[in-house]
């Protein structure tokens, strides 16, 4: 499957972004998960959604600001980001992997979009 990532941009603090992972292949039988990236730090996870959408999970520091959905019929998954602060400011990446079970491990997807940067301004 390839995965291309959009919607990141420059917002202020406490505004909203909407991220889209557009698929090519057999998206619906993937678990998909957002990632993220700031300079010169480590990737972490950020929210996971399974095949069908039955099942989710948020890393503690973006509960209730965000928002994982997919919609298989469009082949895409998006990241509903609402309350943005300004440590969101990030390379958002969606990945991909051929389980039934979300995983907060990069390693344990196997296939990666190219990134969106979100910069969120004090």
């Known amino acids: 499957v390839q995965l291309q990532a959009s919607g990141g941009g420059l917002v202020q603090a406490g505004g909203s972004l909407r991220l889209s992972c557009a698929a090519s292949?057999?998206?619906?039988?993937?678990?998909m998960g957002w990632f993220r990236q700031a300079p010169g730090k480590e990737r972490e996870f950020v929210a996971g959604?399974?095949?069908?959408?039955?099942?989710?999970y948020y890393a503690d520091s973006v509960k209730g600001r965000f928002t994982i959905s997919r919609d298989n019929a469009k082949n895409t998954m998006y990241l509903q980001m609402n309350s943005l602060k300004p440590e969101d400011t990030s390379v958002y990446y969606c990945?991909?992997?051929?389980?039934?079970?979300?995983?907060?491990?990069?390693?344990?997807?196997?296939?990666w979009g190219q990134g969106t940067l979100v910069t969120v301004s004090s």
């Open positions: 990945a991909a992997r051929g389980s039934t079970v979300i995983s907060t491990t990069e390693s344990a997807y196997n296939y």
């Open positions: 292949g057999r998206f619906s039988s993937y678990t």
């Open positions: 959604i399974t095949w069908n959408a039955g099942s989710t």
